[in-house]
């Protein structure tokens, strides 16, 4: 039995086989290669978005903080009485109706965000399609 000869027929048919396994982990390889670009992409993409978002955050911050402050002295000097005796509003009370104001506003933005962030897909569509495409192909191929 190992002095058997392999007819031409048999060899042909191996090469076709193994050429068709070549081609497909080729195909494997270079459908991974374009996932790594197209993440590579996307994530540069948000890095840069990130970086953006954080400065104007840091900055929108600062201007938020400032704004407050103003905002609770100007609330006291509003509610003090016109050459009256009695009291306006006392300061932590401004500072509470002022921080329950940005809290509420602050509590919609961040809501906005993360429903954002959850129609985001990190993954790479283009090539999740094309291997899809690729593995019908190869099923109905058989």
Known sequence: MANEVQTPQQEGMTGMMRGIINDIGDLIRHEIKFARTEMKADLRKTRDAATVLALGVGTALLGAILLALMLVHLLHDVSL???GTQPG???WGCY???S???LVIGSAVAYMGCSMFKSFNPMPDKTAQTVK???QW???SK
């Open 81 to 83: 009485p016109a050459g």
């Open 89 to 91: 509003l006392p300061m």
């Open 96 to 98: 509470g109706i002022v």
């Open 100 to 102: 329950a104001v940005f």
């Open 133 to 135: 495409e690729n593995v």
């Open 138 to 140: 190869i099923a109905n």
